[in-house]
């Protein structure tokens, strides 16, 4: 059972490992706009071989229990966090929180230990978490194939960051800041953003454009390694270059205070964009 779980998440670490990983994650991904629990409890099933029976024989689906920390709290008396009461201390520092990623061979473990003893809902919390740990593996992935540098500016590690709200892809974003000074700025970001990604894409294909009236565009059509884009540009917040990765995930280049638009296309040129097509699954 353990060997067909390892394999059905294809947890292997090399570079087919990851893009098996994608793959299977990015096929997860385009079924579960709005039914992300139907498809955990459909995962288990498949995963497990068994059958979601309740003990008192109804079908198990999602099932919640009706009980509410809050409304517990309430209702008995128990503490109420966040008041101020009668403390008088303030908190002047601490290590804070340390960044974790949820272990994937633990979960999967913990997820065949909870279906089979009946706890499905800690079978499918599991499984989540488990799916959620390949999918920052595979940014952190992404994360470490952008340059160390580019056009002369330097990555700013205090900045660069690979965050999820959830698994399936769901809030997505891998970024990677440049620098040399506070005067100039490269961001590089990998996003998930549907509704955008969707936009950008009609836009392209309408072949429309938008202009000032003093004669200059403010955003239009070009090309990086191949790949459409679109490039923008304000006063206000320079240059946004958006490349359309597949139908929900892109990259997105913003320049602060770079010359031109040739400086910019020449900036993104530097990132592997078919590289990371393929760690994310997408065609």
Not at 87 to 94: L, Y
Request: glycine share 14%.
């Amino acid at each position: 059972m353990r060997k067909i779980l390892m394999v059905a998440l294809g947890l292997c670490l090399g570079h087919q490992g990851v893009m098996a990983q994608a793959g299977l994650l990015n096929k997860v991904k385009q079924k579960t706009t709005n039914k992300a629990d139907a498809k955990v409890d459909e995962a288990l099933d498949n995963l497990f071989g068994g059958k979601k029976k309740a003990n008192d024989g109804t079908t198990a689906g999602n099932n919640t229990s009706g009980n509410s920390n809050s409304s517990s709290a309430g209702n008995s008396g128990g503490v109420v966090y966040g008041s101020k009461g009668g403390s008088k201390a303030t908190n002047k520092g601490g290590a804070g929180l340390a960044a974790t990623t949820p272990d994937v061979n633990l979960n999967l473990s913990e997820a065949e230990t909870s279906f089979k003893a009946g706890s499905y809902g800690e079978a499918r919390y599991a499984v989540q978490q488990a799916m959620l740990g390949v999918e920052l593996e595979i940014g952190q992935k992404i994360l470490a194939s952008l340059p160390e540098a580019i056009s002369g500016l330097k990555k700013d590690e205090e900045v660069e960051q690979v965050t999820s709200m959830g698994w399936g892809w769901a809030g997505l974003t891998i970024l990677r800041q440049y620098t040399d000074s506070q005067e100039k700025e490269l961001r590089v970001t990998v996003a998930n953003n549907a509704a955008y990604v969707n936009m950008v894409n009609q836009y392209m294909t309408t072949g429309g454009y938008a202009q000032t009236t003093g004669g200059q565009q403010d955003w239009k059509q070009t090309k990086v390694k191949g790949h459409r884009a679109v490039i923008e540009y304000s006063d206000g917040e320079g240059y946004k270059l958006t490349v359309p990765l597949g139908q929900s995930s892109m990259l997105l280049y913003e320049g602060v205070n770079f010359k031109n638009e040739q400086e910019v296309m020449a900036a993104a040129n530097a990132v592997d964009i078919d590289g990371i097509k393929k760690m994310l699954g997408e065609k």
